[in-house]
């Protein structure tokens, strides 16, 4: 079964200028530790999931769409789907990518800004 797109509707979830950014850009590694010999470091999956702080504003149509993709589309966040995200060469570019956590709204009048963490595969 194919992947959801992200909505071409919607700004694409690179957040705004000051929202950019992660805290970890990788899984830190997983260590063993033995009672004879050195501790064995290795990576805990076979690929990357970087996570970024996205922060977007939305008008209120694009803020229904966001919603309905959101809840439906994803089957409330719970669904993979591939979206253009700033790549570290600043380029857009499409990556497999699920939201974690909650989405939270702040309603701003005419606006809404919502913000989220995107884990993006591979990135």
């Known amino acids: 079964m194919a992947l959801p797109t992200w909505p071409a509707s919607l700004p694409p979830p690179v957040g705004q200028i000051g929202t950019l ?3 970890a850009l990788y899984d830190p590694p997983q260590e063993t530790q033995f009672d004879d010999g050195p501790d064995r470091v290795r990576r805990r ?4 999931e970087t996570p970024r702080k ?3 504003k939305l008008t209120r149509d694009q803020f229904v769409i966001f ?4 809840r439906d589309t994803l089957n409330a966040g719970t669904r993979r789907f591939t979206a253009p995200v700033r790549q570290p060469d600043g380029r857009l570019g499409f990556r497999t990518c699920r939201i974690k956590g909650a989405v939270s709204e702040d309603d701003r009048g ?5 913000s ?3 884990i993006v595969k591979d990135w």
């Open 45 to 48: 999956k076979l690929y990357d």
């Open 54 to 56: 996205i922060v977007l």
């Open 21 to 23: 950014g992660t805290d």
């Open 67 to 70: 919603r309905g993709f959101v």
């Open 116 to 118: 989220f963490t995107l």
């Open 110 to 114: 005419p606006h809404s800004v919502v």
